[in-house]
């Protein structure tokens, strides 16, 4: 495994970057390679537009092991709590 130092509200604001972009170019991420993404406790920091864009590259990158015939699967646990 690799250490990639990185804010994940960085994938947010108004120049986002790419979490998997980041993960291949830092980490040595591969599509072709199963890998497992946990976001525990963690996600409640992070600002609501960079989790959408962060979900939307999750979503991208495991469609390219649809496309191969592998499955995918996202799970995520947590609690918001609403005002």
């Known amino acids: 495994s690799n250490f990639v130092p990185f804010d ?6 108004s120049n986002p ?9 830092e980490g040595g991420l591969r599509e072709d390679i199963p890998t497992l993404f946990v976001f525990e406790a963690v996600l409640f920091y992070v600002e ?30 947590g609690s918001y709590f609403l005002e």
């Open 48 to 77: 609501e537009d960079a989790i959408r864009n962060i979900m939307g590259d999750l979503s991208s990158f495991m469609g390219s092991w649809r496309e191969r015939g592998a499955e995918a699967l996202l799970c995520m646990t």
């Open 17 to 25: 970057k790419s979490l998997i972009e980041v993960l291949k170019k």
């Open 8 to 13: 994940l509200n960085g994938c947010g604001g």
